[in-house]
C-alpha cells in the first residue's frame, strides 16, 4: 500500500511541475534569445525535481511488481526438497525491498532539490541534514547487529519452511 500511495504521489508531483513548467515558459516568450539566463537555471532546477520524481514513480512500480509476485508465488505449493524456489521467492521479495528503497531514496533526494529553487543555502542546509538522517538510518546500532547475528547464527532444520517462519 505504501509503495502504491508512494508511486501516486510521484506522478502527481511530476504531472503538477510539468504544467508549472509549461506555463511559465510560454510567459516568458523569447527571454533566452535575449540573454535571460534566469529563465534557463530555473528550468534545469525543475527537470532535475521532475526526473527525480519520475525515478521514484519507476522504483515504486517495481517495487509493486515484485511484491505483487512474491504474493502469487507465496501460495503455490512446493515440495519439501525444493529450496530452488524458496529461493527463488526470497530472491523477488529482496528485489522489491530493494525498489522500495530505492524509491524512498529518490523522494529523500527530492527535497534538496526543491529547496534548490530557494537558493543554494537553503540546499547546503538540507543536505546536510539528509546526510546526517541517512547515516542514522543505513547504520545499524549494537543491539540490532546483536539481534541479526543472533538469527542468522540459531540453527534452523534445512527444508522444513514452517520451522523457519516460527523461528523469525
Not at 523569447?30 to 529563465?39: E, K, M, P, R, W
Not at 525535481?49 to 507465496?74: D, E, G, K, P
Request: proline share 4%; aromatic share 14%.
Amino acid at each position: 500500500m505504501a509503495s502504491t500511495l508512494l508511486a501516486t504521489t510521484a506522478i502527481t508531483l511530476s504531472s503538477l511541475i510539468s504544467v508549472f513548467v509549461s506555463s511559465s515558459a510560454s510567459d516568458s516568450g523569447n527571454a533566452l534569445v535575449y540573454g535571460n539566463t534566469t529563465h534557463l537555471i530555473s528550468s534545469i532546477k525543475y527537470f532535475s525535481i521532475l526526473l527525480c520524481f519520475l525515478l521514484a514513480f519507476l522504483c515504486n512500480v517495481q517495487s509493486i511488481r515484485y511484491y505483487a509476485h512474491v504474493s502469487f508465488l507465496v501460495t503455490v505449493p512446493t515440495s519439501q526438497g525444493n529450496k530452488d524456489s524458496i529461493d527463488y521467492v526470497a530472491r523477488n521479495l529482496n528485489r522489491g525491498s530493494f525498489f522500495w528503497s530505492l524509491g524512498l531514496r529518490a523522494f529523500y533526494l527530492s527535497f534538496p532539490l526543491f529547496l534548490w529553487t530557494f537558493g543554494p543555502i537553503p540546499m547546503f542546509l538540507c543536505c546536510c541534514i539528509m546526510s546526517f538522517i541517512l547515516y542514522f538510518l543505513d547504520t545499524t546500532t549494537s543491539f540490532t547487529r546483536h539481534l541479526h547475528t543472533h538469527l542468522f547464527n540459531e540453527e534452523m532444520k534445512p527444508d522444513d519452511p514452517e520451522s523457519i517462519g516460527q523461528t523469525m
